[in-house]
């Protein structure tokens, strides 16, 4: 059986061809291609108790370069037996070749460098089903990889290794049919800009619940996948429940030594784990089953400098709503408790005779009024209108301490709205 071979075009540029003529002419020993072979094999399948495979199965070849560009391609199909052949194939220096072979619905690859493809090549495809429990995760880790104090943000990296033990492949039900057979992984609340890679097959990343699910197929062995993401905090910590709808055998939370106030609750500390020459501090888990997982608080996180609270509390609406009635009453207050103890002007003063209005008693019962409006506002059971109505009415009488302060009683802070503008 015979495969034609297409061969992708290479556009040289004049300098890059003068440099490949030069060298010619010098006869320097540059070989791009050894001599032609011929690359056989077969597939087989791996699910028990399947029957035998049907003949013209699409096999497909591609070939890329040391530099990882698409060199060549070709294409076969199996005969009765399964076997397929690739005549003539040129070997490339450097190059790299994968062989896959497409099953319901399903493709399966190989990848092999030029010295494996004089033996002959064996492809295993398997059955298929939608019972995403064939798959489990051996581990599961969390590397916090970076804390934004001033933007109060974290920026996470999880690493999942995926195993099916099982004989045949998980094939997801297709989107729109009602069944949910994805791998399926949890989030944060407010999780954002999420990046998300594998080796498994193509596949599309569809959001579900607070998390994402992949459709890609999970054929039997293991597999690894890998995401990351941000999720804002406050104060100096955060809380959420890592939903592992998987399951997980393990399970592991790593903060480099480089953040050493963090600390996670909801897991318990192990030795420091070292990862290519950077150490972490680690946390761990064992055993979950599918949809349980632990409840993690991450503690004591960066808090941003003393300029960037103050950015972020000048740019916080609650922060002016607090603040501003807040500074008003307490302005207020200033100003009756000096009017009280202030000596009023006039001849009765001199002469000794107590003023004709009793402004200290007054004072008081308005700074007490003022307590009771400012307490009822920040409780919520008062609207912020009628709230500065009250304020405002008040304020009146502060200005003008000649006249006699209108009479305040219970009513005035339950009911807001007795000031006048």
Not at 16 to 38: C, E, M, N, R
Not at 47 to 55: D, E, I, K
Request: net charge negative.
């Amino acid at each position: 059986m015979r495969a034609g071979i297409a061969r992708t075009g290479l556009l040289l540029s004049s300098t890059v061809l003068a440099s490949f003529l030069a060298l010619w002419a010098t006869g320097a020993g540059i070989s791009f291609a050894q001599s032609p072979i011929t690359i056989t094999g077969g597939v087989v399948n791996g699910t028990q108790g399947a029957g035998p495979l049907v003949a013209d199965l699409p096999v497909l070849l591609l070939v890329s370069d040391q530099d990882g560009n698409l060199a060549a391609t070709g294409q076969t199909t199996t005969d009765a037996a399964g076997r397929f052949r690739f005549d003539p194939i040129d070997l490339l220096e450097g190059a790299t070749y994968t062989v896959g072979v497409e099953y319901a619905g399903v493709l399966y690859r190989t990848t092999l460098a030029a010295t494996d493809l004089e033996d002959d090549l064996s492809l295993t495809v398997y059955e298929t089903t939608e019972d995403v429990s064939v798959v489990s995760v051996t581990r599961q880790v969390m590397v916090l990889a970076n804390v934004d104090a001033d933007g109060r943000q974290v920026t996470v990296t999880e690493l999942v290794r995926l195993v099916n033990r099982s004989d045949r492949t998980l094939l997801p039900a297709p989107l729109g049919s009602g069944r949910m057979s994805f791998l399926r992984f949890s989030l944060p609340g407010e999780s954002s800009e999420l990046i998300v890679q594998s080796d498994l097959p193509p596949g599309e990343i569809i959001s579900v619940g607070t998390g994402f699910a992949l459709t890609s197929p999970v054929a039997p062995g293991e597999h690894a996948v890998e995401f990351s993401y941000l999720f804002p905090y406050s104060g100096d910590r955060v809380s959420f429940r890592q939903n592992l709808l998987q399951g997980a055998e393990i399970y592991q939370v790593l903060i480099p030594e480089r953040l050493p106030t963090v600390q996670v609750t909801g897991l318990e500390p192990i030795p420091v784990v070292n990862i290519q020459g950077s150490e972490y501090r680690a946390w761990e888990g064992r055993d979950f089953l599918p949809g349980e997982g632990p409840a993690l608080e991450l503690v004591h996180l960066p808090q941003p400098g003393l300029l960037a609270r103050l950015e972020n509390s000048l740019t916080n609406g609650a922060f002016w709503r607090k603040a501003i009635p807040a500074a008003a009453a307490t302005a207020l207050a200033l100003l009756l408790l000096f009017g009280a103890i202030k000596t009023p002007r006039g001849t009765a003063a001199q002469e000794g005779q107590a003023p004709r209005d009793p402004i200290p008693d007054a004072g008081s019962r308005l700074i007490q009024t003022i307590a009771r409006l400012d307490e009822q506002y920040h409780r919520g059971e008062l609207a912020e209108d009628q709230y500065r109505r009250a304020r405002q009415g008040l304020k009146s009488q502060v200005l003008a301490p000649h006249q006699r302060p209108q009479r305040v009683d219970e009513g005035t802070a339950a009911a807001g709205d007795q000031g006048g503008c």
